[in-house]
């Protein structure tokens, strides 16, 4: 199944692919960038590369942060322990991963972003975070 993530600038958009494990091949979630006016594929990314664990880690969403950034929050299964909720910054034009971010506050799989660079996650039922990248590329906590 293809899912259509968001619009990138320069007529290009995001896809995220979920596996639909009919095939054992088939057995991948991936993100891809096209462009639209050819409807080439520009970039490629095999989600498995951001998992702890292949088999059980779980991407749900991919949102475009900005012109320049792609934010894939997941829920990963290390061994032995509960599940985490982890998100990744990936880079817009190429998929690549830039790293994994790490917020001073606990974050969900739930992100809204908001389109210039900023994001919200809620924490619990009551509290809402906005975020932007710092300018390391590391998350800072907004209004709350």
Do not use: K, N
Not at 80 to 94: C, E, I, N, Y
């Amino acid at each position: 199944m293809h899912a259509l993530a968001g619009f990138l600038p320069g007529s290009r958009m995001l896809t995220q692919r979920f596996a639909e494990y009919l095939f054992p091949a088939d057995d991948r979630d991936e993100l891809a960038v096209y462009d639209l006016g050819s409807g080439e594929q520009a970039a490629l990314l095999d989600l498995a590369e951001l998992a702890v664990d292949p088999e059980e880690d779980e991407f749900s969403s991919a949102e475009v942060l900005d012109a320049r950034h792609v934010l894939v929050p997941g829920r990963v299964h290390p061994e032995g322990g509960a599940p985490q909720t982890r998100h990744w910054l990936l880079d817009a034009d190429t998929l690549r991963p830039l790293g994994r971010l790490g917020c001073p506050a606990p974050v969900g799989e739930d992100i809204t972003a908001l389109g210039d660079g900023t994001w919200l996650t809620r924490e619990g039922d009551d509290r809402l975070h906005r975020w932007r990248l710092g300018s390391a590329g590391s998350p800072r906590a907004g209004t709350r």
